[in-house]
């Protein structure tokens, strides 16, 4: 019998956490951040490559996978971790954000949102239920509540009507999860915008529904740094220390230092991915362009002191050259690296909370960034 | 001190031989399927997984590498074994194939070949000396000759002209090669298209000039495949039985095993990297194609008693779906399949003809394939 959802506050140094998560399909520590897994694959890793990268647990986006290839189908397939061979743990979001963000034609009302598929040009409906029962059929560890996100800068009439709406949905949400089947999670999702009333009157009625975790939405979405993080300030004290707190489709690695300093547990983005796809490689000395032609003749590796095969084996030389060939090699190279370096900042949060030496971490991290690249030589 | 290149003939049945080559980066068991790295990359492998999918050697082309990054470039970087972190045997083309092939504007004349770059339009030259300097550049186990590739059918004038031609700068390349470090060999290339005369007055001569190994050219260049199998059949008798004999970009698997019986060492082909590219596998039952949608609800694997884990851990389903989504995963993951399944041929024709049972392996192979995909339900 695989072990029901829990989670461990297991060390604090000021707001920050060290935590675990037990779910159905393996361990979670926490700070955690989670490979973005869209379509069912990380996209340019296999499962063991994502795995030996640092992951305990993977996203996978609801509204791509009941498109194509559809949620029944997985589920008759034997679910999602079964599909895309990955045996530990997923969270899979609710498709919210998504039908916003992707479909061209959308229309929200009270029940669910209607929207024009980006695929094939159907109307489709998803609603609060058909969110659940669809993460239900995927088999998901953690699943999320639909939700509306609005993009910042937002009037107040709007942000609080989505705010609202949101809030209706996550109790319909957690009414219809109550038919699924156990050890699986469901999260609720605080919207609100910018507006810090919003946000408290949005986390204290979610907290009043009770929610395995509770995430924050709405950010990262074209608001200042600033402001995102003084909403984590205010919001996450607000959320109940037992539960985990995940803060959503962020972020850079300072915006993971900055909110694991304030209390969040888990984060996703597709920035680690995305940018290895476009030449870009996160280090410990900062962001390095391998597109630029001053790699062209750089024997060094990386970082030969890295965790990572990929950042200690292969010149910059190869890399820019495979980046500038265009050779799909050069985005799997440069995805390995990027989630081996974020896995590898998690891991490093999590063993200076540990020692009551956060903030000395988190100073030391961004020296390193600010040395920049050619600090190196 | 690495050691010096050599040939050791270990068993024959029939025609088939089963031997070893030895080259300064690790033993090549033939028959050999070499995987193509044009780019210095096997399109969508890491170098590990290329080994784990069972190479001994790989290809790269001299064609692409000294236009990009530059063979100059490639020599200060350590070589291409280093540069693409490859520490086992490499042949190199002379690049004289995608001369022919890819550039749009070229003149041969008798001293060099000039063409326009299909990069950036600049025009270069590459004689039988400089295609041996490049390689040496490179830092190849195997270099071959500068020649001249012509498309069938061809009139006879043109096959002898061309022929000829290869004859001459095959004197040369022999000349400029003893300059080279020694421990690398130098392979002659058979050309004469389909004519039988010219196929023979091409291998005396290129045998009387002295290589360490001999490829036929000029083959899978538009004529029917009975043609091909009788000029190999015509030329391989020809050729010294002490040193490897190379079809150079062939085939199919069905090419391949017809080769080994006619006396074949060495192949490469992009076919089972490209073909995995495009959605098809080759598997034990022939080939498959993953875009198909009588895959999409298919739980099985491509083939359960594969040696290959990826054959095995996948269903067809999902590998239909990551084909369809246009997934990156879905290339690698084919990619894969098809060099285990060509690797896991050629080690099948290796124990046949060590066995002596080449004959009914022959047979039994083909009869898979003519059972075909669903003869595994």
Same mark, same amino acid.
């Given at each position: ?7 461990? @506050? $297991?060390?604090? !140094?000021? *707001?920050?956490?060290?935590? #675990?998560? /037990? ?5 979670? %520590? ?106 239900? @059929? $995927?088999?998901? !560890?953690? *699943?999320?509540?639909?939700? #509306?996100? /609005? ?5 107040? %009439? ?220």
């Amino acid at each position: 019998m695989a072990d029901a959802f829990s989670f461990h @506050l $297991l060390a604090t !140094d000021g *707001a920050a956490r060290r935590g #675990e998560i /037990v779910t159905p399909h393996g361990r979670v %520590a926490t700070p955690a951040f989670m490979a973005v897994g869209t379509q069912a694959t990380v996209k340019g890793l296999a499962p063991d490559a994502v795995r030996a990268a640092g992951a305990d647990i993977v996203l996978a986006n609801t509204y791509h996978l009941m498109l194509r290839p559809g949620a029944e189908r997985i589920a008759a397939l034997g679910g999602l971790h079964r599909f895309m061979n990955w045996p530990r743990a997923i969270l899979t979001d609710s498709g919210g954000f998504q039908v916003m963000s992707l479909s061209g034609l959308r229309k929200v009302e009270d029940d669910c949102v209607t929207f024009r598929s980006h695929l094939d040009g159907t109307m489709v409906e998803l609603s609060p239920e058909r969110a659940v029962e669809i993460q239900d @059929l $995927l088999g998901s !560890d953690i *699943a999320m509540q639909l939700d #509306e996100c /609005v993009r910042l800068p937002a009037a107040h %009439a709007e942000l609080r009507r989505a705010m609202l709406l949101s809030l209706a949905w996550a109790a319909r949400s957690k009414r219809a999860f109550e038919q699924a089947p156990p050890g699986r999670a469901l999260f609720g999702i605080v919207q609100g915008g910018d507006d810090p009333a919003l946000r408290l009157e949005s986390a204290r009625t979610l907290v009043d529904i009770g929610f395995h975790g509770y995430a924050i939405g709405g950010l990262a979405v074209g608001e200042p740094q600033e402001v995102m993080l003084r909403t984590i300030g205010e919001v996450a004290p607000v959320l109940p220390a037992d539960r985990p707190r995940y803060l959503m489709g962020v972020g850079t690695p300072e915006d993971l230092i900055e909110a694991v300093a304030r209390g969040i547990d888990m984060f996703d983005c597709v920035l680690p991915t995305r940018n290895g796809r476009h030449g870009l490689a996160f280090t410990r000395f900062g962001p390095i362009n391998l597109k630029n032609a001053r790699h062209a003749d750089d024997p060094r590796p990386l970082d030969e002191a890295s965790s990572c095969p990929v950042a200690r084996d292969y010149s910059r030389a190869y890399l820019h050259h495979l980046v500038k060939a265009n050779e799909m090699l050069g985005a799997i190279l440069l995805t390995t690296v990027n989630l081996a370096y974020y896995q590898e900042l998690m891991g490093g949060t999590r063993g200076a909370i540990a020692a009551k030496e956060f903030d000395a971490f988190r100073h030391s991290i961004k020296e390193g960034w600010e040395r920049g690249d050619l600090g190196s030589l």
